[in-house]
């Protein structure tokens, strides 16, 4: 080690922050070098006479001073804005009114000379903000394209619309109830928990404003200070604002469209993943007559054209909201989450890269070892052992990092095989069998009520594996007239593509039925096995601060 | 764990200001410490360092780079403690009595332990990884975090400054005279 290199090494040694072997070099070189060693001693003392400065330094409270200002400036501004609509009220020329406003707002619209409709429109915001000014309770009812069983936070054109319910109660004490069929959240005053169906629990013990990626949601409800904020977003960063009306059967509207950018740039990852991080077009619709906001839609911009991907169908101001709603009704037995926690070998976790993390946690999956599993994923219950049991882990890629996320992304593929028990049934009436799911239960009344196909004496002679391998082949050849034969229930050709379209790039293999209980049913397993590529999303930003996987199962 | 700079920034300026309660909680000592090696005053430097937290509140449109919050509120305090000296020398010009109490505001370098004289005098990159440290009482890897550099770098940069500090006070003739209590 050369004496330059020792001398920048000095705090980081004092630290304690240098790993053993440099910790190592370092003490052999001072063993020989008096002068470093020196160094390291006058090193020394100086941060004991700066530790004792520090020390005698009181610490400093600020917070509430600083945020009343803030708070009580950004009044004024808004109030500013108010009066800007006044002076239109009044009847004031256009221009003379932008003079006006243009010495009020201190340049607020100097950013952007705007075009007249975009400052109609604009106002139309401000009037909208002005029109509810302190709701006691919102209650909102919106459909969302979501991952129904994720937190509240994932968007895209990919996923079916899922409904999400969002109730809040204002006052000193404020409530929330966010929604949706895979997850509950609730803040009931004292605490704030999560119920994922079926019986995972996650509860922090204070009653937090937003949780669980609820933010953007909850943030709805505060139509005030959203609308307020859109204003300003859009007059800050020159978003495009436009105008139009509408005649519904509720009466007239107006309708106000916000040409929204993200802040993620464009090969960011996560950009067009959250409401929050999204290029996309918002529509803000207002009752021509109270001025209230009365609707909102969110579009996505893709390629092949804009995605609705938001719309809020019903907003109610001020409705009595039943406590119960602030309560979850909890199944008996559930399990709780907790922070991750230190490991007795906790050091050779906090050492992996988030490449290594992956390949352990992947390994552990492949090898089935729940407890290793379990020290990267929660929950770990049935349905992931299932999902994730006996995968081979093809390749990782090279990790990587979004500017909207604090952790790290490992691009993986593996190959997943799941045994599923499908059922074949024997329908007399049709002269065919016919394949049930996974763990469904044959109905006797539809299977007497089938009618036999023109075509049924080459189905008539099949053996039970014969019809689920027939079945699977028309899958794999995305032939849903043929698969539509081996199926009790009518479906459109389109839905079956759906939910069985990807069965075509997996290989199946159907292994030997049994009888099973129903009479004339056989219960028969079916290898599915697939490559999936995704990007595991690991974060150490804990206690024990070591890689948990956070998303991208 | 609480949320990272960045993050508080970009969710004020998403319409949250109660995010930019952060930042005042973890910057407010170093902060003030810093004002005061430029004011001397206590009582003065708690003032300004009010008065940049909600400067830069209201300016965060324009931080380019969110993950160097700390850097960028210290180049705000600086215009602001430039201000307040020369609003203190305005005074001074007024009356015999305001004088006295300017005076009495004024920085007094002799009041001050040499070694935090010193550190007023440090360069920009080395003052704040050790008004951080020191007087913030932040770990090196929270002033990483705080700085959005490289633990590496914060290390390098406290041994430097660690240099520059004992031979700036080595000059001062005294090196010795305050080592030992």
């Known amino acids: 080690m050369k004496c330059t290199e020792c001398r920048d090494a000095l705090a980081a040694y004092l630290e304690g922050l240098l790993d053993p072997a440099d910790r190592a070099r370092m003490e052999a070189h001072m063993d020989e070098c008096s002068s470093c060693r020196a160094e390291l001693e006058a090193t020394r003392e100086l941060t004991a006479r700066l530790e004792r400065e520090g020390l005698a330094a009181s610490p400093v409270s600020l917070e509430t001073q600083v945020m009343d200002r803030i708070l009580q400036q950004q009044a004024v501004e808004l109030r500013r804005l108010k009066m800007r609509n006044r002076i239109r009220v009044l009847g004031i020329s256009g221009a003379m009114a932008a003079a006006i406003a243009m010495l009020l707002v201190g340049g607020f619209w100097l950013a952007q000379p705007a075009t007249a409709e975009a400052e109609r429109a604009a106002e139309v915001l401000a009037q909208g903000a002005e029109a509810t000014p302190s709701p006691s309770t919102v209650h909102i009812l919106a459909k969302l394209r979501t991952i129904a069983h994720d937190n509240f936070v994932m968007i895209g054109d990919q996923y079916d619309f899922v409904p999400v319910e969002i109730w809040k109660q204002f006052g000193a004490k404020p409530k929330w109830r966010v929604e949706k069929p895979g997850r509950v959240a609730v803040m009931d005053g004292k605490s704030t928990t999560m119920l994922i169906r079926p019986d995972y629990v996650v509860t922090f013990p204070q009653p937090s404003p937003a949780a669980f990626d609820t933010g953007w949601l909850l943030a709805l409800t505060e139509v005030q200070d959203m609308l307020t904020h859109e204003l300003r977003c859009a007059q800050a960063k020159r978003w495009d604002l436009k105008l139009t009306h509408q005649t519904t059967a509720a009466g007239e509207q107006v309708i106000v469209t916000v040409e929204a950018k993200s802040r993620l740039p464009a090969d960011d990852y996560l950009k067009n993943k959250s409401f929050e991080d999204a290029d996309m077009r918002r529509v803000y619709r207002f009752d021509g007559k109270t001025k209230r906001l009365v609707g909102f839609d969110a579009y996505l911009h893709r390629k092949a054209g804009e995605v609705l991907i938001l719309t809020v169908e019903r907003i109610d101001y001020d409705q009595p909201i039943d406590p119960a709603v602030f309560t979850i009704k909890m199944p008996e037995k559930v399990h709780l989450y907790h922070q991750p926690e230190r490991l007795p070998d906790n050091a050779r976790y906090e050492k992996m890269t988030p490449e290594e993390a992956a390949r352990t946690f992947f390994t552990a999956c492949e090898k089935k070892d729940w407890k290793e599993v379990e020290k990267f994923l929660w929950p770990c219950d049935g349905r992931v052992r299932q999902y994730l049991g006996g995968l081979k882990l093809v390749r990782l890629g090279t990790p990587f990092q979004s500017k909207g996320y604090r952790g790290w992304f490992v691009p993986y593929e593996i190959k997943i095989t799941m045994k599923l028990p499908f059922r074949v049934c024997r329908s007399d009436a049709a002269k065919r069998w016919i394949v049930l799911g996974p763990n469904v239960q044959a109905d006797a009344k539809r299977l007497a009520e089938l009618k036999p196909l023109p075509d049924a004496g080459k189905y008539e002679k099949l053996t039970p594996k014969e019809a689920i391998q027939a079945f699977f082949a028309a899958c794999a050849k995305k032939d849903w007239t043929e698969a539509q034969k081996f199926l009790a229930d009518s479906t459109t050709g389109q839905n079956l593509e759906k939910e069985m379209g990807e069965l075509a790039t997996m290989d199946v293999h159907v292994g030997e039925p049994t009888a099973a209980k129903d009479a004339g049913c056989w219960e028969t397993p079916v290898e599915i096995s697939f490559v999936h590529k995704h990007n595991l999303a690991l974060r150490s930003d804990n206690a024990a601060k070591r890689f948990v996987v956070d998303g991208g199962i | ?181």
């Not at chain 2, 993050?7 to 000592?29: I, K, M, N, W």
């Not at chain 2, 430097?45 to 993950?67: C, H």
């Not at chain 2, 070694?115 to 990483?144: K, M, N, Q, W």
Request: net charge positive.
């Open chain 2, 1 to 181: 764990m609480p949320p990272s700079d960045a993050e508080c920034v970009r969710s004020c300026l998403d319409g949250h200001p109660e995010a930019f309660r952060h930042l005042v909680a973890r910057y407010q000592t170093p902060l003030t410490r810093h004002v005061r090696f430029h004011l001397g005053e206590m009582g003065e430097a708690m003032e300004a360092a009010q008065e940049t937290f909600v400067r830069a509140y209201f300016a965060l449109g324009n931080l380019r780079k969110p993950e160097s919050f700390f850097s960028w509120l210290l180049g705000i305090a600086d215009r602001v403690c430039q201000e307040t000296r020369r609003a203190a020398m305005r005074h001074k010009s007024v009356s015999c009595d305001q004088l006295e109490l300017a005076e009495a505001t004024k920085p007094d370098p002799g009041a001050r332990p040499a070694v935090t004289e010193a550190v007023t005098r440090l360069p920009d990159a080395y003052r704040e990884v050790v008004v951080l440290r020191f007087y913030g009482g932040h770990s090196c890897a929270d002033i990483s975090r705080d700085l959005g550099v490289p633990l590496g770098t914060v290390t390098k940069r406290l041994s430097r400054a660690y240099v520059l500090l004992r031979e700036q006070l080595a000059r001062r003739g005294g090196a010795g005279s305050e080592v030992t209590p």
